[in-house]
């Protein structure tokens, strides 16, 4: 695959000047971060994906996402289990119509249809990914049951009341502003039906006074396209906001739970290494220039993550269900 490292649907002597477009918006506006303007966060947030989609599949596969570990069982394993227990909250019978919200390359979306028996409708706003999403899909066999979008979560073109559940695996965290993806989640929803989303947020431990916190913060909102970081306090509040009844709230990563940060520090020589690969492959003009610059941004985000973990001060997955009442 790192042969055919692209730039999503930039064209090849784009991917520079889309990283350097990227990086530049971290460095002005208030707190030294223009993604503070709200408008401009999706256009963005389908640049990342353009840059970070390929190396994403080559290094972690077609799930998007964390997990936690699970003693004995294999990565692949962990995930798909944590995306099956998403859509067993749902409570959804065979053929019923499910929405996945900001649904990456599809990874959550084949696993869940192959397991619950739903139909399942994606909505990714990138472009390169609704391509690769299908293309994953008919080769798995699922293309009659998986249906990809390329659109908004913002402003879905989807009618009201026309899902039987809904879910976001880790892609909320992209919405400037929760309140607008929930009140869409919402309005789509049928009456009497869930929704179930893993959060990414500050937890409990998280004390803005403290530098060495907000340097962890910065540098996950940083290398992973976050218009800023919600605390864990937040999201039930702004769920209740746009009508929804909250029935559970936890963070997942809580032990009993195994470390989900594990798989990241466990693979850093392979990171390193992979670096030297994208670093010779670009001089040799097989891999678009810029991707070595990607490719250092994503290892310094997973040092970060691994520290927001360590710490115990961020999770990828703060679960809430809710409802959306009769
Ligand atoms: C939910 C989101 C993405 C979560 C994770 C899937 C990704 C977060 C950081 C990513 C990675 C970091 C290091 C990369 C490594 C340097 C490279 O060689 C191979 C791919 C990585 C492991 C990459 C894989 C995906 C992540 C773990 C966000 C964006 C909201
Ligand atoms: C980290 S990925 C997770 C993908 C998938 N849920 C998974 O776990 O594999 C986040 C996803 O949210 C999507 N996304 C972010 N902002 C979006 C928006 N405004 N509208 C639609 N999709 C969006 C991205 O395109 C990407 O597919």
New binding site residues.
């Given amino acids: 695959m790192a042969v055919q490292l692209s730039g999503g649907s930039l064209p090849k002597e784009k991917v520079q000047e889309g990283y350097d477009r990227y990086s530049s918006f971290f460095e002005r506006g208030p707190n030294g971060n223009e993604m503070d303007s709200s408008d401009k ?2 256009a963005l ?2 640049t990342f ?1 353009d840059l970070v989609t390929d190396i994403y599949e080559w290094g972690w596969g ?4 964390f997990s936690p570990r699970i003693p004995g069982k294999s990565n692949r394993d962990a995930t798909r289990i944590h ?1 099956e227990m998403a859509v067993n909250l749902l409570n959804v019978e065979p053929g019923a119509r499910v929405l ?9 979306m084949r696993a869940i249809a192959a397991h619950s028996g739903a139909n399942v409708v994606g ?4 472009e390169y ?1 609704v391509e690769r999403a299908r293309a994953h899909n008919k080769k798995a066999g699922l293309d009659s049951m998986c249906e990809v979008v390329c ?4 402003k879905m073109p989807f009618d009201d009341n026309s899902f039987e559940g809904a879910y ?5 965290c ?2 400037p502003k929760l309140e607008e ?1 929930y009140g869409e989640i919402f309005r789509v929803l049928k009456p009497g039906s869930f929704y179930v989303s893993y959060e990414w947020v500050t937890t409990e431990l998280y004390n803005s006074d403290d530098p060495e916190h907000v340097e962890i913060v910065r540098g996950i909102e940083r290398g ?2 976050l218009p800023g970081l919600r605390s864990y306090k937040d999201i039930a509040k702004i769920a209740t906001k746009v009508g929804f009844e909250v029935i559970k709230e936890s963070n997942l990563a809580k032990p009993p739970a195994e470390p989900w940060w594990t798989r990241l520090k466990m693979g850093r020589i392979a990171y390193w290494r992979n670096h030297v690969v994208v670093t010779i492959l670009s001089w040799l003009g097989i891999a678009p220039k810029g991707v070595v610059d990607v490719h250092g941004m994503l290892l310094v985000t997973a040092d970060y993550l691994a520290k927001g973990g360590d710490t115990g001060i961020f999770t990828p997955m703060h679960m809430i269900l809710c409802r959306k009442p009769e």
């Fill in positions: 966060v999706p947030v389908d994906y077609q799930s998007f996402h995306e996945d919200v900001g649904c990456g390359v599809g990874g959550p909505i990714t706003i990138n990914q659109g908004n979560f913002l976001s695996i880790e892609a909320t992209h919405a993806v992973d396209a």
